[in-house]
């Protein structure tokens, strides 16, 4: 299946265009079939839609108490760490519209029942989501050095095809230690939505593009199976050679 490229002019407009993308989605999703399922990231990107979707005038038309929530990666810290996805998600939106808290699955903090055990938190992780893959919407921020979730370039999580999530250890960025989804789970995602903005990705955006190996570009084995959309603004779009002239 093909990846769909969408580029906005500037971080802002394509972090507002995606907010109202979202909502559009997820009302449709829920008109269909009563809920929907939505995965979150982290990132700046990321986070900068979930707060254009909470601006937005548009937010209410989706029923927040029939969103299932979930986090593609986490960064393994103690639980209200401010470099915890969850925590940004929470400031961001999720704090300021009707969940269901208990639609609203976090993965374990660092500190949490399960002990400061990255493994343990990716076991019981992979138990919660194991009949849950088919997620509606996975969203997705791609790293400099290409990577997604939190599968960095050659690390053992990007071999991972048996689990659905993993303990990372090691992260070339800060936190080192890090529970995420695989490459192989976020692939059984309804839809893939890849969300990345500056010049320091449009090599990455690039090469992904162009079919690099998900080995050593983790995002370029990261798709939906119904549909890929990547989002970026023109400088991360920058090097994605233009498609020949019809
Ligand atoms: O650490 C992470 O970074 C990526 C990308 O973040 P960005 O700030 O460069 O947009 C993100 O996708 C991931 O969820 C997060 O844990």
Not at 45 to 62: K, W
Request: glycine share 6%; charged share 20%.
């Amino acid at each position: 299946m093909s990846h769909q490229v969408v580029v906005h002019r500037s971080p802002e407009l394509l972090a507002a265009a995606t907010a109202a993308r979202l909502i559009t989605r997820l009302v449709d999703v829920q008109s269909a079939c009563g809920s929907a399922s939505l995965v979150l990231t982290g990132g700046r990107t990321g986070i900068a839609v979930l707060e254009q979707v909470r601006a937005s005038a548009a937010c209410g038309a989706v029923d927040w108490s029939a969103v299932d929530v979930f986090w593609g990666d986490e960064r393994f810290l103690p639980a209200g760490d401010p470099e915890r996805n969850e925590t940004q998600a929470r400031a961001a939106l999720l704090d300021h519209v009707p969940v269901d808290p208990a639609r609203v699955h976090p993965m374990a903090p660092s500190d949490g029942d399960l002990g400061d055990d990255p493994d343990a938190a990716a076991a019981a992780y992979a138990s919660l989501v194991a009949d849950r893959l088919a997620f509606d919407i996975l969203l997705l921020g791609v790293g400099e050095e290409g990577h997604t979730l939190s599968v960095f370039p050659t690390s053992p999580a990007v071999y991972e095809t048996e689990r659905p999530v993993v303990a990372v250890r090691d992260c070339p960025k800060p936190p080192p230690t890090r529970v995420s989804l695989t490459l192989a789970a976020a692939r059984e995602a309804t839809e893939v939505w890849l969300m990345t903005t500056g010049a320091n990705k449009a090599e990455a955006v690039a090469m992904a593009l162009s079919g690099a190996d998900e080995v050593q570009l983790p995002a370029a084995g990261a798709r939906g199976r119904e549909r890929t959309l990547w989002l970026v603004d023109t400088a991360a779009a920058a090097k994605v050679p233009a498609p020949p002239a019809a």
